[in-house]
């Protein structure tokens, strides 16, 4: 779900590890989700997208899953790399089935250490 | 292949001012989007429009905001007489025809009002 505040929660793994990046939504009619990595100074840039009819999508090093029973949604990196370090953003679809307004979540500052 | 492009990417305008940021969508895409950031949040939508037409700007403030996305040129997010609280990064985002949901982001304008 949508939430404010001043501080970005953070995660620090070593280059190599896997990482896992949460997101919780409030609205259980929503029925597309999108996670967007945003580095500094740039635009959110599209990572994967999941529909709510599934419940794990892989991508190039990246998998999603959503739980739909407690509206929960993960982003999994394996292998991270430096490269990955940015703010890892979920959005949900929430314009009760028009698709286009997208909500995004607070965002999780991913720093990757060599 | 061209993405989203936006200018300028920043912007400095005094009090009482105005701002016009500007936004070309990917090419064969006719849907726009403008959505806000301020500082360690997620984007907040503000408007969407196709060719001429303003689709939903639920998210716009009712005063000062205005946007169109006309038939020849790029969509242009306007905010008159600025005032302090509107400085933040403005992102537009474009999506290809009716139905697909994915919206890719411009690099953003950052807009600091003195």
């Known amino acids: 779900g949508e939430s404010v505040g001043l501080h970005l929660p953070t995660l620090s793994v070593q280059e190599g590890d896997n990482s896992i990046i949460n997101c919780a939504y409030s609205n259980s009619a929503s029925d597309y989700f999108i996670w967007y990595k945003q580095e500094s100074g740039k635009g959110p840039q599209f990572i994967i997208d999941?529909?709510?009819?599934?419940d794990k999508r892989q991508g190039q090093r990246v998998t999603v899953l959503l739980n739909k029973t407690v509206k929960h949604l993960s982003l999994q990196i394996a292998a991270t790399q430096p490269g990955d370090s940015a703010v890892y953003f979920c959005a949900e679809n929430s314009s009760g089935g028009s698709n286009y307004k997208l909500t995004f979540g607070k965002g999780t500052l991913l720093t990757v250490n060599p | 292949n061209a993405g989203v492009m936006q200018n300028p990417r920043h912007l400095v305008r005094r009090r009482g001012q105005e701002a016009r940021l500007r936004c070309s969508p990917m090419k064969g895409h006719s849907h726009v989007y403008w959505y806000r950031q301020l500082p360690e949040e997620g984007l907040k939508f503000m408007v969407y429009l196709q060719k001429e037409n303003i689709i939903d700007e639920s998210g716009m403030p009712k005063e000062r905001f205005s946007a169109e996305f006309p038939k020849e040129g790029p969509s242009i997010l306007r905010i008159q007489q600025v005032v302090r609280g509107d400085s933040a990064a403005y992102f537009c985002?474009?999506?290809?025809?009716?139905?697909?949901?994915?919206?890719?982001f411009g690099p953003g304008t950052r807009l600091t009002v003195l």
């Open positions: 999941i529909r709510s009819n599934m």
């Open positions: 985002a474009s999506s290809p025809l009716p139905g697909t949901d994915t919206q890719y």
